[in-house]
């Protein structure tokens, strides 16, 4: 199976920050990767797909690239809405896999 | 408005059995491939199960692989997950999810918790 192994596991920044978060793949999945968020009690919803195309309703303050086996997620500008925790997501593979989730905290 | 709403969660014993399904509606059902995720109580998310539009292709997690099974009915807009053998570690908020073509899960139900526990 791939492993995709998220960094950091947890981060405190504070409103109006950019924000960067990593995801590694155990071995190259071409573009085959999306980003969720999740907020506590609630499902995961898409945020990216295909690494960086940018679900639509989405606030284009969230974008993604990368490709082979090292991607990442960037808020521009961090809003409070937008503290939650983040996963990223292989398909390449019809064996899926998910990261172990970054959670964005308040600094 | 797409809409996934999943039951059939609860309080099992250990060594027994559940039957999760999964009421879909505003899409065309039979059109798209679905997905079993869950995630344990406080831990990350696991796919568990796909299964492709007309059910010629399913694909289980190696960790409920031979334990459980995925179906679907696509005359009654429904998902299922058939679980057997249930253990300690299948505790957990039980989602399903729609694939869209290029993309996994852009539709996910509110979850459905399942407590395996004697």
């Known amino acids: 199976d791939i492993q995709m192994t998220q960094s950091p596991s947890t981060l405190s920044a504070s409103v109006g920050d950019r924000v960067t978060i990593t995801c590694r793949a155990s071995q190259s999945i071409s573009s085959w990767l999306a980003w969720y968020q999740q907020k506590p009690g609630k499902a995961p919803k898409l945020l990216i797909y295909?690494?960086?195309s940018l679900e639509s309703g989405v606030p284009s303050r969230f974008s993604g690239s990368g490709s082979g086996t090292e991607f990442t997620l960037t808020i521009s500008s961090l809003q409070p809405d937008d503290f939650a925790t983040y996963y990223c997501?292989?398909?390449?593979?019809?064996?899926?896999?998910f990261g172990g989730g970054t959670k964005v905290e308040i600094k | 408005e797409v809409q996934l709403v999943e039951s059939g969660g609860g309080l099992v014993k250990p060594g027994g059995s559940l039957r999760l399904s999964c009421a879909a509606s505003g899409f065309t059902f039979s059109s798209y491939s679905m997905n079993w995720v869950r995630q344990a109580p406080g831990k990350g998310l696991e796919w568990v199960s796909s299964?492709?539009?007309?059910?010629?292709?399913?694909y289980y997690a190696d960790s409920v692989k031979g334990r459980f099974t995925i179906s679907r009915d696509n005359a009654k807009n429904s998902l299922y997950l058939q679980m057997n053998s249930l253990r300690a570690e299948d505790t957990a908020v039980y989602y399903c999810a729609r694939d869209r073509e290029y993309s996994p899960f852009d539709y996910w139900g509110q979850g459905t918790l399942v407590t395996v526990s004697s």
């Open positions: 997501q292989q398909y390449n593979s019809y064996f899926l896999t």
């Open positions: 295909k690494a960086s």
């Open positions: 299964i492709s539009s007309s059910s010629s292709y399913i």
